[in-house]
């Protein structure tokens, strides 16, 4: 999920290919929505399913998440990057 001011843009994967789908809402109403055990919000504007996420790249100023089957990396805020690693290390337990 990316937010583009009062939209938000959703991103899924439909026969192999991803789709994108614009909705009427804020990044936060919907976030209370998700199950926080599966998705995580990365970014002010971005919001993430945790199954998809195969590589954390940067460094501490500068990290990035890559997708499986997407080619734009998603960028970590540097206040979430603590919360992305440990988030990603209760998913793989």
């Known amino acids: 999920l990316k937010s583009d001011g009062n ?3 959703v991103f899924f994967l439909d026969s192999g290919s991803i789709h ?3 909705i009427r809402n804020r990044l936060k109403s919907i976030e209370t ?3 926080n055990k599966i998705f995580i919000r990365c970014h002010n504007s971005f919001i993430v399913n945790g199954n998809y996420i195969i590589k954390i790249e940067g460094n501490a100023r500068n990290l ?10 998603v960028p970590v805020s540097r206040t979430k990057a603590k919360t992305i690693s440990t988030f990603i290390d209760q998913l793989q337990k």
């Open 7 to 9: 939209y938000i843009e």
């Open 20 to 22: 994108k789908k614009l």
């Open 33 to 35: 929505q998700l199950p």
């Open 64 to 73: 990035e998440l890559q997708l499986k089957n997407c080619w734009d990396k």
